[in-house]
């Protein structure tokens, strides 16, 4: 059999399949007899909401391939409960109004088991309350606070990502103790940005600084220079957090602005997100610091998991394609989908789910979740799943530009990124 990895790793696919679905070496069997155990051959559905287009068609694509990806290894090592995992996709568009359609799609169409994989805030807002409504239980990959906030409902769950007020409550006291005290937020104007204005400033106080100024961008928005003049003249740190596909205009526009005498600049990854970090225009970003939920480049002690996980969903060393240099990678968060996936799995297992009757079951058994150990399951690292708020906690990373990559100068601990409850989803009703 063809070897996953390096040989110095000493760790080959078959190997990888066992960590993985902890079922040596199903994936050698033909596709009968893999699943001829279970008590029905019908596949698990998974409704797959993906943005293959509007604002979040580049996050979609790769969440396309990681979520494949997954589902692979996981039916090659015997599915769930012995049976496959078919993957339904339907695209929202990156729109709340058409999030709340296939939902309604994949619970009343495709007889789907679950939602599961979207991230744009505003498409989690529109389509959860009607997932909530049918029933169908909703795996979200979204980062927003919106589910453990208390906003939405108990068939809606987020354990494969941290969310916007864990990373910022982690970054914030590196902010102030390594680059200033001074801070100007830049930020999108909605839902993600939200979260980043609403948890930024109380968070900045608590270190020991101060939040000068909040701007907020449109997200139709293609120039950005006239924005960069409120600015204030003490800033010590600029903190940016934009997302589409001008992302790239809006980071060459901040360098040209500030040139060379520039205050210390800390972005969240989601500003340059499939985009290379060596691209012409961007060579100001040199010295820079980025939040990245998954460093984007293998570094020094980059795990086995992690090369597992990058060699499945077929992804380099630098964080792009293997098969296109150019196209760059949502290494930052599509790992969300692969995780997710796993604690499905595992959820589903532990309740012997069988069917839509299950639902509840296989909620109360992700609910029941704690310690989520780093493997090849969890490559991002260790987590801690908050059965009551139904949000994930792990450790977030901090990485300097240097020579056009990334390279990660700090680890927060999970304990970092802890915050006291605001809701209790297992007190709800089904």
Not at 139 to 163: C, K, W
Not at 175 to 181: C, D, N
Not at 263 to 288: C, H, K, M, N, Q
Not at 396 to 412: A, C, D, F, M, P
């Amino acid at each position: 059999m063809t070897k996953l990895f390096k040989p110095e790793t000493g760790l080959t696919r078959r190997g990888a399949l066992k960590t993985v679905a902890g079922a040596a070496g199903a994936a050698t069997l033909p596709l009968w007899a893999r699943y001829a155990q279970a008590q029905t051959s019908e596949p698990i559905k998974v409704g797959f909401q993906v943005h293959r287009t509007g604002i979040g068609a580049a996050y979609g694509r790769w969440y396309d391939r990681t979520t494949m990806a997954a589902a692979k290894l996981i039916n090659e090592a015997g599915g769930i409960n012995g049976r496959p995992v078919e993957i339904i996709a339907e695209d929202d568009g990156t729109d709340p109004k058409r999030g709340a359609e296939v939902i309604e799609k994949f619970a009343t169409q495709h007889g789907c088991d679950i939602g599961f994989g979207t991230l744009f805030s505003h498409v989690v807002i529109g389509s959860a309350p009607r997932a909530g409504e049918l029933k169908l239980p909703y795996f979200v990959v979204s980062e927003g606070h919106h589910v453990a906030s208390g906003m939405l409902n108990r068939y809606t769950l987020q354990p494969g990502i941290t969310d916007v007020k864990s990373q910022v409550s982690a970054m914030a006291p590196f902010i102030t103790e390594t680059l200033g005290k001074k801070v100007t937020m830049i930020y999108p104007d909605y839902g993600f940005g939200y979260d980043h204005r609403d948890n930024l400033k109380p968070a900045i106080e608590a270190a020991g600084g101060e939040v000068l100024e909040l701007i907020a961008i449109p997200p139709t928005e293609t120039s950005f220079t006239k924005h960069f003049a409120k600015i204030p003249r003490e800033t010590e740190v600029i903190y940016h957090v934009m997302v589409g596909p001008a992302v790239l205009t809006f980071v060459k526009e901040m360098g040209e602005f500030f040139g060379p005498s520039r205050p210390e600049i800390f972005g969240f990854i989601d500003s340059l997100e499939a985009v290379d970090l060596a691209s012409p225009g961007l060579e100001f970003l040199e010295g820079t610091y980025f939040w990245e939920g998954h460093p984007r480049y293998a570094q020094e002690d980059q795990s086995e998991f992690d090369k597992l996980y990058r060699e499945a969903v077929g992804v380099d060393e630098n964080g792009a394609s293997v098969s296109d240099p150019k196209d760059v990678s949502t290494y930052a968060h599509m790992f969300g989908c692969w995780e997710t996936l796993y604690v499905v799995k595992a959820g589903m297992e532990a309740a012997g789910y069988a069917g839509p009757e299950d639902r509840a079951k296989l909620i109360e058994a992700v609910e029941a979740m704690t310690e989520l150990p780093a493997s090849a399951e969890h490559p991002q690292g260790a987590k801690i799943f908050n059965g009551k708020t139904h949000q994930v906690f792990g450790h977030q990373y901090i990485s300097q530009g240097r020579e056009g990559k990334l390279v990660k100068v700090h680890t927060t601990s999970i304990e970092d990124t802890f915050y006291p409850d605001e809701v209790d989803y297992t007190t709800q009703a089904f």
